[in-house]
Every structure is written in structure tokens, then in C-alpha cells.
């Protein structure tokens, strides 16, 4: 209730505000499950892309620690994201479970297969943990490239912007179908290559320059100890 009554009130001024534009939002199923993927440039990503899908509400995997500072709750509430625990192992299980009962309850489920927002605007290598749930759930990916929000509301700022002629696009691709990789969700192959063909699409929408490095490690010096890949959804579902 929380959720659409919050979108209803913001919706009309934050459209004016900003200046938000969709192309191929018939791309987003009116019903059944489906996974989102996007790229990810603000912490306001996990509202724009709510804002626009009609009559859906998108869910999303949070950090836990959100819900407990009335200051970050209430957006997270709205957002309709779930509280989860990121912490590796059986918790990155557990995220995974909550994922899949997600999409078999119908519903959408938002993912930023970079694992964390960009830290100097490309779009980054993607993680195997939304290839490994598409194909677990048997559900269609719809890719989705954000275009303007990093101007919004930049990496280190703590509140957005409101002022000058602030544009975000949000941009649907078509629907992709990975049903031919049925019960192979756990060949690091073909989850990497699910992944690629994901990010490919996202990098088509959002125009963005690839940079085939994690995200996460293009902001340090990566220690040997670090798998060669991941498909750790704890940190990849999460809108931080």
C-alpha cells in the first residue's frame, strides 16, 4: 500500500523535475515474472525504474542495515525492496532463495548485474549471479539502460539535485529468452555467457563505454585471493 500510494504522490512532480523520459516500456511485461537487469550510476537507479513501469511494482533485494535508519527505510519501503543480509555463503544463498520466490510469486524483480554502481561512468563486467537466476527460474531478462541519473544524484552526494535542466531516460530492450540453457544454471560457461549477452544489451541501451573489469575492482587493487569470477547474488542484487 505503502509503495503505490508514495508513487502516486511523487510520480507527477519528479516527471516534471527531471524531465523523465522511457523508450520501449511495452518491453516490460504486464504480467508474470521477469528479472530487470540495469546498469547502475545513482543510489536513486531503484527509484527511477519503479517510477515508470505501470501497474507493476518491481522488487528489489536490500541491505538490511537500510531498514533499520528511519532516514533510508521509509525510500527503501517505497522502492518495494526487501531487507536481506549480505554476507557471503549461506546468506548469499538465502538471497537467492528470496530472489526465486520473488519470480515465483509472478512478479518483477530488479538486478544491477554490475554488483555496485559504476565508479567512473562505464558499464562494467557483469556478474554470473542474474544469468544463474534467470536460468534457475526459467524466467525472461529485460535489459534496461539508465541514461542521466549519475547527474541526478552523483556517487558522493547525500541528497539530489533539484535545479538546471536535468534529463533521465529510462530505456527498455526487448525481452531475452535463455530457455535453451535450461538446467545448465550451474556451467560457468554458459553463465558467463548469459551474462555477456546481457551486458551487451544494456551497453546497446545505456551507451555507455565497457570496460571488461568488475566494478568493484576498478576502485582497487584486486588481492589474489579473489575469484576470477562470481556469481555471489549479496552483492549483486542490492541497490547500494
Known sequence: MFYWLAKAILKPPLLAIYRIRTRGLENVPKKGPA??????????????????????????????????????????????????????????QQSLDVALEVLQEGKLLGIYPEGTRSPDGSLHRGRTGV???????????????????????????KFPRIRGQLKVEVRYGMPLDFSRYKGRERDRFVLRSVTDEIMYEIMQLSDQEYKDEYAARARKVPSPEEPVDDIDLSEEILAG
Open 131 to 157: 544469468a544463474r537466476l534467470a536460468l534457475t527460474a526459467g524466467v525472461p531478462v529485460i535489459p534496461c539502460g539508465l541514461v542521466g541519473t549519475e547527474a541526478v544524484m552523483p556517487k558522493a552526494a
Open 35 to 92: 528479472i530487470i537487469a540495469a546498469n547502475h550510476l545513482s543510489f536513486l537507479d531503484s527509484f527511477f525504474i519503479p517510477l515508470v513501469v505501470k501497474r507493476r511494482k518491481v522488487t528489489y533485494l536490500a541491505k538490511a542495515d537500510y531498514f533499520t535508519n528511519w532516514k533510508t527505510a521509509w525510500f527503501f519501503k517505497m522502492c518495494g525492496q526487501i531487507p536481506t543480509e549480505r554476507s557471503g555463503g549461506k546468506k548469499s
